[in-house]
Nanobody, 121 residues
Framework: QVQLVESGGGLVQAGGSLRLSCAAS????????MGWFRQAPGKNREVVAR????????YYEDSVKGRFTISTDNAKNTVHLQMNSLKPEDTAVYYC??????????????WGQGTQVTVSS
């Protein structure tokens, strides 16, 4: 069964760091764009960072540029999000995402269950 299993969320103080991990299993994701999204209470889900599993591109939302780093570990089929200099505004549920680079009639996106990140002042 296809799964995206997240870990690494928790409670940290402002200025601290967290490292989120997303373990992908059940299929190969080499043709997918991997990413992290987040959703705060009362707000829309927004993209935080994305990267091609096979390609070298990266994208970051403006508010996290210079603080967050997305990376893939192909040997372990894992996607990481290193979050440094965390701010209270980063508090949200973070979701791991896999989107097909080229959608087909049989392709579909995958989502993790979400992990809570809370940054205290």
């Amino acid at each position: 069964q296809v799964q995206l299993v997240e870990s690494g969320g928790g409670l940290v103080q402002a200025g601290g760091s967290l490292r989120l991990s997303c373990a992908a299993s059940g299929r190969t994701f080499s043709s997918y764009v991997m990413g992290w999204f987040r959703q705060a209470p009362g707000k829309n889900r927004e993209v935080v960072a994305r990267t091609g599993w096979s390609g070298g591109f990266t994208y970051y939302e403006d508010s996290v540029k210079g603080r967050f780093t997305i990376s893939t570990d192909n040997a372990k089929n894992t996607v990481h999000l290193q979050m440094n200099s965390l701010k209270p505004e980063d508090t949200a549920v973070y979701y791991c995402n896999a989107d097909p680079q080229i959608p087909t009639p049989t392709s579909r996106p995958y989502w993790g269950q979400g992990t809570q990140v809370t940054v205290s002042s």
